[in-house]
C-alpha cells in the first residue's frame, strides 16, 4: 500500500535511439576537424558548435564547417533550451569585429556563409547596424561569397530589421521561432513571442530579402498536427526554407526531451513541407537551423544553378556557419 503522502514515481526518460548516436571522425576527417579547431582558436572567433553542444559539430567541423556568433558570447535572454550563456553584457561591442570577421574568412576560401548573433536586448538597436557593417565588410573582402543570417527579433523593432536588409543586404535572412506557438511560453525566454518571430520574417521579405528561413525543434512534447499548424503559419509569411530537427538537453538544467522523433516522422514533414510550397524543407533527427544541404540548395538558387541539393552536397568549397 502506497503512503498517503508517498511522491508518484516519475515517468522514465526515454533512451537516446542508435540514430542519434554520433560517430567520431577518424583519418582525414579527424585532421580537418583538428584544423579548423586551431584555426578559429587562432583568429579567436566563438563558435556556436561548442556553447550550444551541437551534435553535429564533429561531422560539420571534419568537413570544414564551422558555426561562429558574433557581438560576443552572452546573450540577453535565457531560453530553456540554449545552452549559451546568459547575462548582461552592459551595452559592450568590439568596434573591431567586422573588420576582423571579412578579413577572418576573406582568408578561408568560402563559399557560402550563415552568420548569427546572440541577442543584444542592453542596445538601442539590438545590434542592427553592427550585424549590417559586418556583413559590408565580409563583401567587402569577398564579393563573391554568399552570406545568410541568423537572427534574434530586435524587441520587434521593424527598422532594426530594415537596417540589416537594407544596409547589411544579406543574401539569406533566417530568424527561428524554435518550438510550435503552444511551447513559446515553457521553452522560449519570456521576452520571446511566436507571432513576433513570425512578423521579423514578414518585415525582412518586406524589406526586399529574397529569401527567409526558421527552423523547429520537435521532442519537446508538440504533436504531430501542432508541428504542421507551425510549418503552416510559416509558409503563410512567405518564408522560403524551413529545417525540422531533435531537440537535446545540453544540461540537466534545460528543458528535457519527452520524445525522439521517430525518422519517419520527420520524412512526413518533409514531404508536407514540399507540399504546403516550401522551396526546400531539410527535416531530420540531426538537422538544425544551420544545415549543409539547406546552404546548398540555396546556393544554388542565389547563382541561379538548378542543380539538386545532394547532387555536390558539400559544395566545390568549404561551408563556414556563423550560427545562433
Same mark, same amino acid.
Given at each position: 500500500m502506497t503512503a498517503p503522502n508517498a511522491k508518484a514515481p516519475s515517468a522514465p526518460k526515454p533512451r537516446k535511439p542508435d540514430w542519434l548516436r554520433v560517430r567520431l571522425p577518424t583519418g582525414?576527417?579527424?585532421e580537418r576537424f583538428t584544423g579548423l579547431k586551431d584555426t578559429i582558436q587562432k583568429v579567436d572567433l566563438h563558435t556556436v558548435c561548442e556553447e550550444a553542444r551541437c551534435p553535429n559539430i564533429f561531422e560539420c567541423w571534419s568537413q570544414g564547417t564551422a558555426t561562429i556568433m558574433i557581438l560576443g558570447e552572452t546573450c540577453t535572454r535565457g531560453c530553456r533550451f540554449c545552452s549559451v550563456a546568459t547575462g548582461n553584457p552592459g551595452g559592450f561591442v568590439d568596434p573591431r569585429e567586422p573588420e576582423n570577421v571579412g578579413r577572418t574568412l576573406a582568408q578561408l576560401e568560402l563559399a557560402y556563409v550563415v552568420m548569427t548573433m546572440v541577442d543584444r536586448d542592453d542596445l538601442l538597436d539590438g545590434g542592427a547596424a553592427h550585424v549590417a557593417q559586418?556583413?559590408?565588410?565580409? /563583401? &567587402?573582402? #569577398?564579393? !563573391?561569397l554568399l552570406v545568410?543570417?541568423?537572427?534574434g527579433d530586435f524587441q520587434g523593432v521593424r527598422?532594426? +530589421?530594415e537596417t540589416v536588409v537594407r544596409e547589411g543586404a544579406p543574401d539569406v535572412f533566417a &530568424?527561428?521561432?524554435?518550438?510550435?506557438p503552444r511551447l513559446q511560453r515553457t521553452v522560449r525566454d519570456a521576452?520571446? #513571442?511566436? !507571432?513576433? #518571430?513570425? !512578423? +521579423?520574417?514578414?518585415?525582412? /521579405?518586406?524589406?526586399g530579402s529574397k529569401l527567409t528561413k526558421s527552423s523547429i525543434m520537435v521532442g519537446l512534447g508538440e504533436t504531430e498536427d501542432e508541428v504542421l499548424d507551425a510549418m503552416e503559419r510559416?509558409?503563410?509569411?512567405? +518564408?522560403d526554407v524551413v529545417t525540422l530537427g531533435q531537440y537535446l538537453q545540453p544540461t540537466k538544467k534545460h528543458a528535457e526531451v519527452q520524445r525522439f522523433v521517430e525518422p519517419a516522422e520527420f520524412e512526413r514533414y518533409r514531404e508536407a513541407g514540399e507540399a504546403m510550397g516550401f522551396r526546400f524543407v531539410a527535416s531530420g533527427p540531426l538537422v538544425r537551423s544551420s544545415y549543409r544541404a539547406a546552404e546548398v540548395f540555396l546556393q544554388g538558387v542565389i547563382t541561379g544553378r538548378s542543380e539538386a541539393p545532394h547532387a555536390d552536397r558539400y559544395g566545390k568549397k568549404k561551408h563556414l556557419s556563423i550560427v545562433e
Open positions: 582525414e576527417a579527424h559586418t556583413i559590408r565588410r565580409i /563583401k &567587402h573582402y #569577398s564579393p !563573391e545568410e543570417v541568423l537572427l527598422r532594426d +530589421v &530568424h527561428n521561432v524554435e518550438v510550435v521576452r520571446c #513571442s511566436w !507571432e513576433r #518571430s513570425v !512578423e +521579423v520574417l514578414r518585415w525582412a /521579405k518586406a524589406a510559416l509558409r503563410d509569411a512567405d +518564408v
